[in-house]
């Protein structure tokens, strides 16, 4: 069993930054595929970066340039560098764990990002 726990989420304002954190538990970290999607209902959870267990790293369009994924192996935690908010990036941010198996996969409760003056 894996669990996920975001953390960092708040209210930011827009052009401001935020850092959020996804702590892993469990074992063999190394072996799953981190990501961070979103999600703001009605709309559907999209995929927002992937980072490998090598640390290659990859994003969705609408914030490339402004987020930044990384790991951290020492710590088992996941981190998603948001820079320049927009409004539309507020969303509920998830956490989701793949490993590279492709046998299990998880997910963490999320955590609000708001971005609003």
């Known amino acids: 069993q894996v669990e996920l726990a975001e953390s960092g989420g708040g209210l930011v304002q827009p052009g401001g930054s935020a850092r959020l954190s996804c702590a892993f538990y469990g074992s063999q970290f190394a072996m799953y595929v981190m990501s961070w999607y979103r999600q703001l209902p009605p709309k559907q959870r999209e995929l927002v970066a992937v980072v490998t267990s090598g640390g290659s790293t990859n994003y969705a369009d609408s914030v490339q340039g402004r987020f930044t994924i990384s790991r951290d192996h020492a710590k088992n935690t996941v981190y998603l560098q948001m820079n320049s908010l927009k409004v539309a990036d507020t969303a509920v941010y998830y956490c989701?764990?793949?490993?590279?198996?492709?046998?299990?996969?998880?997910w963490g409760q999320g955590t609000q990002v708001t971005v609003s003056s």
């Open positions: 989701h764990a793949r490993r590279i198996d492709g046998h299990y996969d998880y």
